[in-house]
């Protein structure tokens, strides 16, 4: 590459001056040196964890001969590599860019994937300052960029060909294989314990339909992310698999899957397989591989365990723990009677449904009150408890404390730790 260091930044420079897209230029170490976007961007409390995020998916150990498209959140990117004489530079990555205005119903979709961790408000401002633009207007912009820095030529089908994730005219592709980085960044089980702990209830209750949630939404973790070894990006990522998957295994194992198969399974992904990996892609897509396994492994156990209408009911009242849940809404969706359903229920699961739910609202409101900062009022509220008093006396039923006493004590609990 014949382009100087100060010509590419003065190309990126005119990129965001004429299309006001989002432009970062990522070096060989995987630091930013310099970027350009706007302001309303960069004062919003998600550009920080999205800006770490993003640069995981331009790592590559051959890098690629033409504009590389990834999504994420639909958000959409683009990057290109640098390379002299064989040698990887960096990466100029172009984005973020949405192709429509984002809609209530994804809006809706990030608030639930992490309940109780997203500000709406900052959320919502986020997507507002990114451009909206149209994957033909990408993939143009790609071609010049391209063209800029290697004064060469590409064929739009050449482009097209090579990247998945992009189709003119249909949605990007939800194959987790095409998208091979979504949200991994985010398995950093050191530096993010909100999206530890979502994940980890994912696995133990085989919630593997709400996998694909955590996967496309994980860009808008509040936590700064971190590095376990800041010095070699491929070590890093074994260290952070090395370090996560034990805490998936014990997380299956308390939704019901065998020891032995779970320490075997953690064996297999970690002994025999991470240390021969060498490249970032191989190592993200095998994290992805591990937490879909175990995760399915307990739905497995979970829908031998319950008939289809218990399990249609379980995962109903799951999704609408945060709305109103009555026992003729559940008879009617399963097609039963109520006293029916009422019976088939209590003899499956061993409580009657109303039991049930109350237990599952009191463990999401524990995770509230270990995760956030909102009010016992709140969340009492948002739960759909009667009042603050009943909500107190039934946490305390279900756990012997209060909820004051239980947010403190796993306030000190981490404090000590």
């Known amino acids: 590459m014949e382009i100087s260091m ?10 965001w001056e ?19 976007s706007s302001s309303d961007l960069r004062s919003n409390p998600y550009y920080v964890p999205f800006k770490e995020q993003i640069s995981v998916y331009t790592y590559e150990e051959d890098p690629s001969e033409f504009p590389i498209f990834f999504s994420n959140s639909n958000l959409n990117f683009f990057f290109v590599n640098l390379k002299k ?16 205005e984002i809609s209530d119903e994804n809006i809706t979709k990030i608030m639930d994937a992490f309940k109780g961790i997203i500000n709406k408000r900052n959320l919502i401002e986020y997507y507002q300052a990114v451009p909206i633009m149209d994957h ?77 949630d955590i996967f496309d939404y994980s860009i808008v973790g509040e936590a700064e992310l971190g590095l376990l070894s800041r010095r070699n990006r491929l070590r890093s990522e074994k260290n952070l698999m090395i370090t996560g998957i034990p805490l998936v295994c014990r997380a299956a194992i308390e939704g019901g899957l065998n020891e032995e198969t779970a320490f075997t399974l953690s064996d297999y992904y970690i002994i025999q397989h991470i240390e021969e990996l060498g490249n970032l892609k191989a190592i993200l897509r095998l994290t992805e591989e591990a937490i879909s ?21 379980r995962h109903y009242i799951y999704n609408h723990l945060y709305g109103d849940i009555t026992l003729e809404q559940l008879a009617e969706m399963c097609r039963l009677s109520p006293n029916y359903l009422s019976s088939l229920f209590k003899k499956e699961v061993g409580i009657p449904i109303s039991e049930y ?56 609990h981490h404090l000590s730790t």
């Open 6 to 15: 100060e010509d590419m930044q003065y190309i990126c420079q005119l990129i």
């Open 18 to 36: 004429v299309h006001g897209i989002p432009v970062y230029y990522v070096n060989g170490f995987g630091e930013f040196e310099y970027e350009f």
């Open 85 to 100: 004489s064989n040698y990887f530079l960096g990466t100029i990555i172009v984005g973020p860019a949405l192709e429509t």
């Open 136 to 212: 033909h207007q990408l993939l143009s912009i790609s071609l010049m960029v391209y063209y800029l820095l290697y004064r060469k030529a590409l064929d739009k089908t050449l482009v097209l060909e090579n990247n998945k994730a992009i189709d003119l005219g249909v949605k990007q592709s939800e194959n987790l294989d095409v998208e091979l980085s979504k949200g991994r960044r985010n398995f950093i089980f050191h530096s993010n314990l909100s999206y530890e702990r979502v994940l980890l209830d994912y696995v133990k209750n085989g919630r593997i339909d709400k996998l694909k």
């Open 293 to 313: 396994d175990f995760t399915n492994r307990v739905h497995g156990l979970n829908e031998e365990k319950y008939s289809a209408p218990i399990t249609a009911c």
């Open 357 to 412: 739910i109350q237990q599952q609202r009191v463990d999401e409101a524990k995770k509230l009150l270990a995760i956030t900062s909102y009010s016992i009022s709140d969340i009492s509220t948002w739960l759909n408890f009667n009042d603050q008093s009943y909500f107190i006396k039934v946490f305390k039923k279900y756990t012997g404390l209060t909820p004051r006493q239980f947010k403190n004590d796993h306030s000190s």
